[in-house]
Nanobody
Framework: QVQLVESGGGLAQPGGSLTLSCAAS????????MGWYRQAPGKECELVAA????????KYADSVKGRFTISRDNAANTVYLQTNSLKPEDTAVYYC??????????????????????????WGQGTQVTVSS
């Protein structure tokens, strides 16, 4: 029933840009905090950016501040991540995440999109971003 479908990943050169999109369905999108996480091989799942239900507050990892922008369109049930000035260290699988009222948005967790998903915690399938010359 619940679906989060990411798109927009691919190969970019250092200094380039990509726009990631996440289309949501099957739940009350406008009531959820939305986030983008990423996971590189051998690394923990890291919060890249999060945005509150009506877009009033955003949070970014220090490593992407000034380069990435998260936004949402509640009428379209879609959240976006605009990535600029990409660096090789941005290479990772990027995941869309939705967390409902009272569910803490974590900075790190062991795995993105875990098999066991708690109540009001939804994940997409991920989209690969590769930054290389």
């Amino acid at each position: 029933q619940v679906q989060l479908v990411e798109s927009g990943g691919g190969l970019a050169q250092p200094g380039g840009s990509l726009t990631l999109s996440c289309a949501a369905s099957g739940f009350a999108f406008s009531s959820y905090v939305m986030g983008w996480y990423r996971q590189a091989p051998g690394k923990e799942c890291e919060l890249v950016a999060a945005i509150t239900s009506f877009g009033g507050t955003t949070k970014y990892a220090d490593s992407v501040k000034g380069r990435f922008t998260i936004s949402r369109d509640n009428a379209a049930n879609t959240v976006y991540l605009q990535t600029n000035s990409l660096k090789p260290e941005d290479t990772a699988v990027y995941y869309c995440n939705a967390r409902g009222p009272g569910i803490r948005v974590t900075t790190f967790q062991a795995m993105c999109a875990p098999e066991s998903i708690g109540e009001y915690d939804y994940w997409g399938q991920g989209t690969q971003v590769t930054v290389s010359s």
